[in-house]
């Protein structure tokens, strides 16, 4: 069938009509299913939009710290620097999952208009949440004098040795300080209300770029540096929270007389599958790091890393723009709009795979030029490993496009087996391929286990939702 040019420019008129209209302040009127549709869609729209200009900042943030921090460092101490990170992110899943299952629950009460509900959960889960940060907190403090974290990092030079456990310390209790606080994001995703997040954390990237240049320039250690990163969560959430709490849903205020204890174990219950699913999911994309220093040395993790950088950028805007269509997800399966979730699934997945390939192909052909502009020609460039770098983002952010539709759906302990099974897999792999093909290795290790044990299941469940779902509306209502 032939298409003219005017048919064209009359669908791209009205697909832009449609946008602009999104683009809109003011909400849409809920009483109808259209509306309620429309008032979806601005939310997901405003809160992508925002986060989107978040991680423009923190991009700009990274372009600049990685060169300085790189010089100001060197090779062993800033591969010393990334290592600590990626091991201590392991500390992200000491909520016990109970921040997105904070999330599920205040989408499903504000959606029944169940006000009551989403009070008892904020004040159950922040004293909960505060509880869990003061028992590891004692635990670390215990357990830290017994580690020699030089050793365990295996830096050798005397700067990196003498620093490795404050930074240690410094990271850790900023995880733990910022755990209350981390609700304060999963209750604003949960009202579709991202947008208020983002522009906090727009300022918390600033604030952290003023404090690496300051560090610098004041010649402090890597502890300093550690707390500059981590430190300006803290202050983000912080202010958010006054926000939120002080102004916008005073109601909302964690007090102890507001928690419930069935509500608490309903959540920790909740919580415990997400646990697990950020448990895997941190073993995926963390382990690279420690599995390369422990096996090529800190230096190589460096040769790994920053290419790595480049390639997390997209994903992270990604994630920032696919992220609010979880709570819409599940608001729409509450109503039971699986045209809309249908329609929308298909273009989150179309969209996610179009823009990995996109910026793959870009870093594989100017990869070089802009690791030499960046670094300063620090860090060597290697065609091989950034096309299995884009190969692998593009296989796992796809995942994650097919996970948050599946969380909306409640297929939580159908991620935990296969996220398990992949986190297990995923990490013998990597073993066994760094030893044998170097850097490389580890990518086309986690490559092969990411399609075959979480790609081909959660595409097979989606398939087969979206059939039944189809036969449904063809015999209509019995």
Not at 119 to 130: E, G, K, P, T, Y
Not at 176 to 194: D, F, K, T, W
Not at 254 to 276: D, N
Request: aromatic share 10%; with cysteine.
């Amino acid at each position: 069938m032939h298409i003219s040019a005017a048919q064209i420019s009359d669908a791209l008129m009205k697909r832009g009509r449609r946008i602009h209209a999104l683009m809109r302040l003011r909400s849409f009127e809920t009483s109808t299913a259209e509306g309620r549709s429309d008032e979806r869609l601005r939310r997901v729209f405003w809160t992508a939009a925002t986060a989107v200009l978040a991680k423009g900042l923190n991009t700009v943030t990274l372009l600049i710290a990685v060169p300085i921090t790189l010089s100001y460092l060197g090779a062993e101490r800033y591969g010393f620097w990334m290592t600590v990170t990626s091991a201590v992110a392991f500390l992200g899943i000491a909520d016990l999952g109970i921040g997105n299952g904070v999330l599920n629950i205040v989408s499903d009460s504000h959606g029944r208009n169940d006000a009551g509900k989403v009070i008892r959960c904020v004040s159950s889960a922040f004293f909960l949440l505060s509880g869990i940060a003061l028992g590891l907190a004692i635990l670390f403090a215990v357990l830290s004098r017994q580690v020699h974290w030089a050793n365990l990092f295996n830096v050798s030079s005397t700067a990196a040795r003498s620093e490795a456990g404050p930074a240690v310390a410094v990271f850790v209790g900023c995880v733990l300080a910022n755990l209350p606080l981390s609700i304060v994001p999963r209750i604003q995703m949960g009202y579709q209300e991202g947008y208020y997040n983002s522009i906090w954390q727009g300022a918390s990237n600033v604030l952290a770029l003023a404090g690496i240049v300051a560090i610098v320039r004041l010649r402090a250690g890597l502890p300093w540096l550690v707390l500059a990163i981590a430190g300006a969560p803290i202050v983000e959430n912080a202010l958010n929270g006054i926000s939120l709490f002080a102004f916008r849903r005073p109601h909302l205020l964690p007090r102890p007389r507001h928690v419930e204890p069935l509500l608490a174990r309903k959540i920790l219950s909740l919580g415990f599958f997400f646990l697990l699913i950020q448990a895997a999911n941190v073993t995926v994309y963390y382990v690279d790091n420690i599995i390369i220093a422990r096996v090529l040395g800190p230096e190589a993790v460096t040769r790994y890393a920053v290419p790595m950088r480049l390639f997390s950028i997209l994903p992270a805007i990604l994630w920032m723009v696919l992220s609010p269509l979880w709570p819409a997800y599940g608001e729409a399966a509450a109503r039971g709009d699986d045209s809309w979730l249908k329609s929308t699934l298909f273009r989150a997945v179309s969209i996610t795979l179009s823009f990995c390939l996109a910026w793959s192909l870009l870093l594989v052909v100017f990869g070089g030029a802009i690791l030499r502009v960046w670094t300063g020609g620090r860090v060597p460039f290697s065609r091989s490993l950034m096309v299995a770098m884009g190969l692998s983002m593009t296989v796992t952010t796809i995942i994650t496009a097919i996970a948050l539709f599946l969380n909306a759906m409640n297929k939580i302990r159908f991620q935990v087996v296969f996220g398990l099974s992949a986190a297990l897999l995923s990490t013998i792999a990597k073993v066994l391929f760094v030893r044998s093909f170097g850097l490389v290795g580890i990518v086309w290790g986690n490559i092969g286990v990411m399609v075959l044990i979480m790609l081909v299941p959660y595409g097979s469940w989606v398939s087969k939702w979206a059939s039944l779902r189809i036969r449904e509306a063809s015999c209509g209502p019995t």
